[in-house]
Every structure is written in structure tokens, then in C-alpha cells.
């Protein structure tokens, strides 16, 4: 967290990580649902191609005021394509917390490890190790799709507890719930899990 | 000037830090002739020092108007907050009756106002030697520790975030 004093603006960076089509999108389209306007940005997708973000979302939201501050919450979806890989470590610089979306379908799981390990690496490199990870463990609905206790254990980070959360973010399941937790990491210092 | 009663129950520690760095921005104050002397946190706190007044704590803001700065608001604050990293960043206003230097050194800014022209590369040298040498901290106690979100407030702010 920092502040931007010119504006009394408390900024909180959150970045929504993860591999492709496994629902980050679809986390802030609903986030962009449940916030009312007044509340929040427009969901600005830049560089999109059909389904896929092929540069990130972006979608900011104000918390109200406390304190004399106005906590802005900026909320970034990175691409999850192999080849965007240097964009994800752009987009997550400077996060103060990460909503690793996986998808739970067990075909993807390689692929989710994959990319949680790319994650790691760059929080190492960017000195993020105290920012919170929250693993969402999406597409629950899926007919083979993992348990929650099967994936829990198979998403590390050495030295830190990860809490998880299942969700179905096409119903809308979950979103809200990741939100707020990963919000709660933060403020909480990544003690809560 | 009791510094120590300025700032309260401050500890004998602190009260000292408070007290030399303070000393050190009069000095640089009286040294350059300045009619302005403020020192700004990043979290938007100020404490200026106008004349022979008191210097008063305040909100940046606030210390801009007090100071008759104003008009110059969002080009100061630009400068300041437009400044990312740890690098330096000096910045002069040449005004109808005498200069503005400005030195953001994030997360701390020294601002001074003064006639003599040919006073400028003094100032620098000052506004220099405060930002290596003024323990600001002690004069500024970072206000962002204490208005950082606690989870209760977050939960407040939560509840009334969503669609009903």
C-alpha cells in the first residue's frame, strides 16, 4: 500500500495471476457485476482477441473513506499466454497482493504449476515474498475438475501458508469472497489465511 | 523556542532529533534570508516555517495557502509527487518577488522562498544538506503507519461496497 498524498488516495494494487482461460477475465467482468458504478472504474480491457486478454484488464475501485484517506483498490488481470510472459512480470510489479486463479480441471494442472512457479520466481526478483498469494481454485463446476483438498497442498510458496478459496467465477461464485479475502491479506500483513 | 513542549510528550530521544533538526531548517532559514522554509512528508504533512513565527504543523495543503503559495499548488505537488524511487529531484520557480527551490527527495520535500537571486546555488546547497542531514521523521512521524487500513475497517468499508 501506498499513498498518493496529493490526492489523500490510499492505492492498493492487486493482480490477478494465472494461466490462460482459467478465469481472471471473468473474476473482474463479474467484480464489474457485483461493484456499483458509483463504486468503481469501467472494466478497461486492453488488447483483447475474442476471449483471451492479450495485454491485461484493468478495473479500479474506491472503498469509501477512512481516516481521512480513500482507499483505491487497482485491480489487474495479467495474459496468460506463454509468449506474454514479460507483461506478467510488468503487470505484477509493485502488487500488494495476488489472486493466483487456477483452473481446476485436472488436464491443467501441469499448466497451472507451471505458471504459479513463473509467479514465484518473479515475486522473488521483485522482492514481493510479503505480498499474499490467495489461490482461487476455479471452474469448480467442471465434471474433472480437482477437489479443493487434492489442489491445496500442490500449490507451495516456501515459508508462507497459501489460503485458498474454491470458486465457479462464471456463476459468480467465489468472486466476491476472493475480493474481499485478498483485501483482508493485505491489510492483514498475509497473517490471515 | 521550547521545542519540546511543541511536540508534546515527546521522549528526551526523540525531543533532541526533533530539536537539532529543527534548529538546522532556522538555520538554513536565516542563512539564506528565506521568508519560507517548509518541510513535507509524502503522506501530505507539512510543518512550515513562516518568519519569526512558531513553525506550524499542518497538511501540505494547507501549508501552501498559509504560505501564499497556492497558485503554485499543483506545480509543487506535481514535482513532488510525480517523483518515483529514491532519486532527487531540484526544481526552481522564479516568481515576481524572488525564487522557489524545491528539493523532493521522496519521501520528504524541502521548499524555500526567498528574494536574493544570486542565492540560488546556496539554496540548493541548504536544501541539500537538509535533506542528507534533517532528521525529517522526527519532525514529520510518518503519518502513513497510523491511517493504514486495519482489517475492522476494511470490513466496514467491505460491507458497504457491493450491489444490494
Known amino acids: 500500500m501506498r499513498i498518493r498524498w496529493a490526492t489523500k488516495d490510499l492505492l492498493i494494487k492487486i493482480v490477478y495471476y494465472g494461466p490462460p482461460l482459467a478465469g481472471k477475465t471473468t473474476n473482474l467482468q463479474k467484480l464489474q457485476e457485483l461493484i ?32 481521512g484517506l480513500t482507499p483505491r483498490v487497482s485491480v489487474y488481470t495479467v ?13 505484477l510489479r509493485g502488487a500488494d497482493g495476488i489472486v493466483f486463479v487456477a483452473d481446476s480441471a485436472a488436464d491443467r494442472l501441469r499448466e497451472n504449476l507451471a505458471i504459479w512457479y ?25 465434471p474433472n475438475s480437482l477437489r479443493p483438498s487434492q489442489m491445496q497442498g500442490l500449490f507451495k510458496r516456501p515459508g508462507k501458508e497459501v489460503p485458498s478459496i474454491a470458486a465457479e467465477a462464471f456463476q459468480g ?21 | 523556542m521550547d521545542y519540546k513542549n511543541l511536540f508534546g510528550h515527546a521522549t528526551d530521544n526523540t525531543a533532541s532529533k526533533r530539536e537539532k533538526a529543527l534548529s538546522l531548517i532556522e538555520d538554513a532559514l536565516r542563512d539564506l534570508g528565506a521568508s519560507v522554509m517548509l518541510v513535507a512528508s509524502q503522506n501530505g504533512e507539512a510543518l512550515l516555517f513562516a518568519g519569526d513565527e512558531e513553525p506550524r504543523q ?4 494547507a501549508a501552501l495557502g498559509a504560505a501564499g503559495l497556492s497558485a ?28 522557489i527551490v524545491l528539493l523532493s527527495s521522496p519521501p520528504v520535500m524541502f521548499l524555500a522562498v526567498f528574494r536574493d537571486k544570486s542565492r540560488l ?44
Not at chain 1, 495474459?79 to 503487470?91: D, H
Not at chain 1, 461464485?173 to 483482508?184: A, M, P, W
Not at chain 2, 499542518?58 to 495543503?61: F, N, P, Q, S
Not at chain 2, 517523483?83 to 522564479?94: K, W
Request: aromatic share 4%; net charge negative.
Open chain 1, 36 to 67: 456499483p458504478s458509483s463504486r468503481r472504474s469501467d472494466l478497461v480491457s486492453l488488447d483483447t482477441e475474442g476471449d483471451r486478454t492479450l495485454f491485461f484488464d484493468l478495473m479500479e475501485v474506491s472503498l469509501g473513506k477512512i481516516g
Open chain 1, 118 to 142: 513463473e509467479m514465484l520466481n518473479y515475486m522473488k526478483a521483485m522482492r514481493l515474498c510479503d505480498s499474499p498469494v490467495l489461490l482461487q481454485m476455479n471452474k469448480q463446476d467442471l
Open chain 2, 121 to 164: 546555488g546556496l539554496a540548493r546547497l541548504l536544501l541539500k544538506r537538509l535533506v542528507s542531514k534533517c532528521d525529517w521523521d522526527a519532525l514529520l512521524p510518518n503519518e502513513a503507519d497510523h491511517v493504514s487500513l486495519e482489517e475492522k475497517q476494511l470490513q466496514h468499508l467491505l460491507e458497504g461496497l457491493w450491489e444490494n
Open chain 1, 79 to 91: 495474459p496468460g499466454q506463454p509468449r506474454y510472459k514479460r507483461v506478467r512480470e510488468v503487470v
Open chain 2, 72 to 99: 503554485l499548488q499543483e506545480v509543487i505537488m506535481t514535482a513532488f509527487s510525480g517523483v518515483e524511487g529514491e532519486e532527487e529531484q531540484l526544481m526552481t520557480l522564479e516568481v515576481s518577488d524572488g525564487l
Open chain 1, 173 to 193: 461464485k467465489g468472486v466476491k469472497e476472493t475480493f474481499s479475502q485478498i483485501l483482508s491479506l493485505v491489510v492483514s500483513g498475509g497473517r490471515k489465511s
Open chain 2, 58 to 61: 499542518m497538511g501540505l495543503l
